[in-house]
């Protein structure tokens, strides 16, 4: 089993920054991609950033310049440094992983719990 748990959140006010981490678990052989999504109060989940295991990164555009989205494989640990936060920031933010158990597995999507960020004066 895999499990990806998150950690981070919490209350910062705008322009503050936090980060984000998400720590996979479990029987792992490799990450594909990683991804941080999040979802406000009556909103759909979103995506905000996407990591390749190459270190590609996509972002959002509301997140660009404002976000960065890192990995350690070794530690099969995702991150998101979250700078200059704003309000509409304010949301679930979920981590999901393409998760290989072995070499010769499929890959498995996985979801963390979540964890709340709260931009607020």
């Known amino acids: 089993q895999v499990q990806l748990v998150e950690s981070g959140g919490g209350l910062v006010q705008p322009g503050g920054s936090l980060r984000l981490a998400c720590a996979g678990s479990?029987?792992?052989?490799?990450?594909?991609?990683m991804g941080w999504y999040r979802q406000a109060p009556g909103k759909q989940r979103e995506l905000v950033a996407v990591?390749?295991?190459?270190?590609?990164?996509n972002y959002a555009d509301s997140v660009k310049g404002r976000f960065t989205i890192s990995r350690d494989n070794a530690a099969n640990t995702g991150y998101l440094q979250m700078n200059s936060l704003k309000p509409e920031d304010t949301a679930v933010y979920y981590c999901?992983?393409?998760?290989?158990?072995?070499?010769?597995?499929?890959?498995?999507?996985?979801w963390g719990q979540g964890t709340q960020v709260t931009v607020s004066s």
């Open positions: 999901n992983a393409e998760v290989r158990s072995r070499w010769y597995s499929h890959r498995v999507n996985y």
């Open positions: 479990g029987t792992i052989f490799s990450i594909d991609a």
């Open positions: 990591i390749t295991d190459g270190g590609g990164t």
